[in-house]
């Protein structure tokens, strides 16, 4: 596998995305099971460091099974977007 050097301005632009858990406000995650992509054990570990941060109130997480990569139906993007928006 090829090593790159990153880029200094990509690196900072990632700066202001945190997967820490200290969420500041709702957050709607939406996974496949069977995404070959991003692993769907990650979204425990995400959940993980939510809880730890004490943020669990503001946390939903939802997901399909199916395989695939962000594999999901106009559907569950809606609902998935009105449980973010709230009523």
Do not use: N, W
Not at 17 to 38: I, M, N, Q, R, S
Not at 39 to 47: G, I, N, S
Not at 65 to 80: K, N, Q, V
Request: glycine share 10%; proline share 8%.
């Amino acid at each position: 596998m090829d090593r790159y050097e990153p880029i200094t301005l990509a690196r900072a632009a990632l700066g202001q995305y945190d997967a820490g858990g200290d969420l500041p406000g709702p957050v709607v995650t939406l996974h496949t099971t069977g995404d070959p992509e991003v692993p769907f054990f990650h979204e425990a570990l995400y959940r993980a460091k939510v809880e730890a941060k004490g943020r669990l109130d503001r946390l939903e997480q939802r997901s399909v099974d199916r395989l695939g990569h962000c594999t999901f139906t106009a559907p569950e993007l809606f609902d998935a977007f009105l449980a973010l928006a709230g009523p």
